[in-house]
């Protein structure tokens, strides 16, 4: 049974530079959210996409935006990098909606990006 | 809005000694709520959970927490740690909103077990 993968796993961009994240969802799972832990720091919630569709999001400004497709997998997509978006990017998912579930996530190990 | 305290950015603690890691959560409403590892250079991994029930959760490792609504904790505690446990651990609280859920995690507490 597949866990939850990501790739890259590293990855260094420049300032200014746009970056692209991939995860694939444990098998049965159709919920993909996405967190950002910057060093040192708990996970911060980015989003969750469902159906296709970002359903929620946490405070993070539009240059950090995303994709569901059609077999659950997701990208994450951040453009214009800063320093600041130097983390580890973790992608975790679930299954369905809050009313089918406990809120349990199943995390990835991570992108962990570089900004310089 | 609910939000996550862990009480001790780092604990130190000798080899077989006893352990514990403090959470304290802000809710109004029925919570569910999750201790999870972090081992350096991976993902979060799910020690336990407290969803319902008896108080008192047992999970992998030896670990075990008690849910206290009363002083809204959620402390996590193993009575004899091993090196191994090294590692980082989160508290976290599912927050409901719009038929969606989501995890809350607090900032973390280092655990470093020393021989």
């Known amino acids: 049974d597949a866990g939850v993968t990501q790739s890259p796993t590293h990855l260094i961009k420049t300032r200014g530079q746009q970056v692209t994240l991939r995860c694939s969802p444990k098998?049965?799972?159709?919920?993909v959210s996405w967190y950002q832990q910057a060093l040192g720091q708990g996970p911060q919630f980015i989003f969750q996409?469902?159906?296709?569709?970002?359903?929620q999001r946490g405070n993070f400004p539009d240059r950090f935006s995303g994709h569901q497709f059609p077999n659950y997998s997701s990208e994450l997509n951040v453009n214009a990098l800063l320093l600041g978006d130097s983390a580890l990017y973790l992608c975790?998912?679930?299954?369905?909606?809050?009313?089918?579930?406990?809120?349990?996530?199943?995390f990835g190990e991570g992108s962990r990006l570089t900004v310089l | 809005a609910q939000s996550v305290t862990q009480l001790d950015s780092q604990v130190p603690v000798f080899e077989e000694a006893p352990v514990e890691l403090r959470c304290n959560y802000s809710s109004s409403v029925s919570v569910y709520l999750f201790w999870y590892v972090q081992y350096p250079n991976q993902g979060l991994q799910l020690l336990l959970k407290y969803l319902s029930g008896s108080t008192l959760v047992k999970g992998i490792n030896g670990f075990e927490a008690e849910f206290n609504k009363s002083q809204t904790s959620f402390h996590l505690r193993k009575p004899s740690v091993h090196i191994s446990d090294t590692a980082e651990y989160f508290c976290a609280v599912s927050v409901f909103s719009g038929g969606y859920n989501k995890l809350i995690f607090g900032a973390g507490t280092r655990l470093a077990v020393h021989p």
């Open positions: 996409y469902y159906e296709e569709e970002e359903r």
């Open positions: 098998s049965g799972h159709d919920t």
């Open positions: 975790a998912s679930s299954q369905g909606l809050a009313v089918r579930n406990t809120g349990e996530l199943f």
